[in-house]
């Protein structure tokens, strides 16, 4: 079974810094697709970033990026330039299979700091 | 465009009631999801609904729990005879087909608070 770990409850970062959250999964399927998703407290799970297994290149959305160490098993996320608005729960999410249904990490939850 | 909406946005019910949660997914998505979010199991899939195809109920706790998707829209999730650790927010998401490619988009939830 598939399983995605977020090994950090929580997360601090400065305004206008640079902060990475963690994610490892596990799977032996080789086409799946990988999300992070913020979740701020009006519960709305607002997707931030996908990225496909099979493409090699990380992917990057505004101020979003990812480090996919595919070998590794690890899909890092890095907001640069943070935000006051970015301050919410994290989920690292993994969908393979026929139906897509989403895996998720236990979350990491990110303070921004003014 | 409008969003998957849920309703109600929060519940209250009392122990041995039966509940019904709403969920309308973006119009011409054919995928609905229902996945449960709790502090002690964090996000879990329920069910998944795919067209006119027999719904994947592998993610449902108990037989206290079954879903329906009307004429391919509008999805109800039921817990007859609900207990205390049925308290979670219930969260529904769409996407335009039920492939690992499609990006699934999610309802603000339903909050479930059973006492």
């Known amino acids: 079974a598939q399983t995605v770990t977020q090994s950090q409850p929580e997360m601090s970062v400065q305004e206008a810094e640079t902060v990475t959250l963690s994610c490892t999964y596990d799977?032996?399927?080789?086409?799946?697709?990988l999300f992070w998703y913020k979740q701020p407290p009006s519960r709305q799970m607002i997707l931030v970033i996908r990225q496909e297994a099979y493409k090699q290149q990380n992917a990057t959305e505004n101020r979003f990026s990812v480090n996919f160490q595919k070998a590794a098993k690890s899909f890092s996320l890095k907001i640069s330039d943070s935000q006051l608005g970015d301050a919410a729960m994290y989920f690292c999410?993994?969908?393979?299979?026929?139906?897509?249904?989403?895996?998720f990490g236990k979350g990491t939850k990110l303070s921004v700091k003014p | 465009g409008a969003g998957v909406s849920q309703s109600p946005s929060n519940k209250v019910t009392e122990k041995g009631k039966d509940v019904e949660l709403r969920c309308d997914p973006i119009?011409?998505?054919?995928?609905l999801y229902w996945y449960r979010q709790s502090l002690g199991q964090g996000l879990e899939f329920l069910i998944y609904f795919q067209g006119n195809s027999a719904p994947d109920k592998s993610g449902l706790p108990s037989d206290r729990f079954s879903a329906e998707r009307t004429g391919g829209s509008v999805s109800t999730l039921t817990i007859q005879r609900t207990q205390q650790e049925d308290s979670a927010v219930y969260l529904c998401?769409?996407?335009?087909?039920?492939?690992?490619?499609?990006?699934?988009?999610f309802g603000p939830g339903t909050r479930l608070l059973v006492l």
């Open positions: 999410a993994y969908s393979g299979g026929s139906q897509g249904n989403l895996i």
């Open positions: 998401a769409s996407s335009l087909a039920g492939a690992l490619f499609k990006t699934q988009y």
């Open positions: 119009s011409g998505h054919t995928a």
């Open positions: 799977t032996s399927e080789s086409d799946y697709y």
